[in-house]
């Protein structure tokens, strides 16, 4: 989700079941299968840390669920930098005395990026931020590459243990081919613990429809990025989100080719409970 991959993507695909915290936020009737407080943020903090900023600090203290496992993602320079920055390291921190988590940012441009690269990325996300595990950007959708045919599913069992490397085996994984594919490989190779199964606007998810498959997996597996949703759209958004299972969210007016770049100028409203 570098700006020009957000610019490129008009993608449109997300989640199905049942989320209370945001049903119980819209009005909406909850099913047996959604428990309250389920909901958890996935915000993209695509924005740097700097003294008299308040959008890192924002985005830890105030991201959904008292009892923290929310999400944020660090994406210092597309990818963890050249060098360790000690104000993301505090930023991590902080988030980590809240209860929340962090995930450095990778690049895998579909497969096509050599995995020794990506492999390094991972390593210095830990050695400088002490992250909680890794945001996989631009993941293959299909497990075969359309242009070659090449099997993508070693390359990202590669990355993902790689990942669950790092202690044992309690680092998060999600990866963001940005739609929902067409089967659950993703989940069923395992190559993720959690997709970003729907990444676009608010008007395109009002027209998205889920996969059938999406429904066979609990809310938690799956992520959602609504961008582009003006205030009065904010509660259809949010209703929709709560009949598509949305286990992690993240919903802003911010739009653009990086519409990551700040939080929403609502997110005193959507970051407690959406609506």
């Known amino acids: 989700m570098t700006a020009a991959h957000a610019e490129r993507r008009s993608r ?3 989640v199905a079941l ?3 915290c945001l049903l119980v936020a819209v009005g909406v009737g909850v099913s047996a299968g959604a428990a309250q407080g389920d909901q958890r943020q996935l915000v993209p903090a695509y924005f740097a ?3 008299e900023g308040e959008l890192w600090p924002a985005t830890c203290r105030d991201m959904r669920a008292a009892d923290g496992g929310s999400i944020a993602v660090l994406n210092p ?3 963890p930098g050249a060098q360790a920055d000690s104000r993301y390291a505090d930023v991590v921190a902080d988030c980590h005395d809240r209860g929340q988590k962090v995930l450095g940012y990778v690049s895998t441009r579909y497969g096509a990026r050599p995995l020794a690269e990506v492999t ?3 390593d210095r996300y830990y050695a400088d931020y002490a992250v909680d595990g890794v945001f996989v950007d631009e993941m293959a959708e299909s497990p075969q590459d359309p242009a070659t045919g090449r099997d ?3 390359y990202y069992q590669q990355v993902y243990a790689h990942v669950g490397q790092r202690t044992a085996g309690t680092e998060l994984v999600v990866g963001n081919p940005g739609v929902a594919a067409g089967t659950d490989w993703q989940l069923d190779t395992p190559v993720a613990d959690v997709l970003v199964v729907f990444e676009g606007s608010a008007a395109a998810y009002e027209a998205w429809t889920p996969p059938r498959w999406i429904a066979a997996h609990p809310p938690e597996r799956f992520a959602h990025l609504v961008h582009t949703t ?3 759209a904010l509660a259809r958004v949010c209703e929709l989100a709560g009949e598509r299972s949305a286990g992690h969210l993240y919903v802003t007016d911010d739009s653009g080719a990086n519409p990551w770049d700040s939080l ?3 997110w005193d409203r959507v970051a407690p409970s959406c609506g």
């Open 77 to 79: 320079a597309d990818g």
């Open 152 to 154: 993508l599913r070693a």
């Open 264 to 266: 929403p100028s609502y």
């Open 49 to 51: 840390p700097d003294a």
């Open 230 to 232: 003006p205030e009065d």
């Open 18 to 20: 049942l989320t209370a």
């Open 12 to 14: 449109t695909r997300i």
């Open 120 to 122: 390094a990325d991972i």
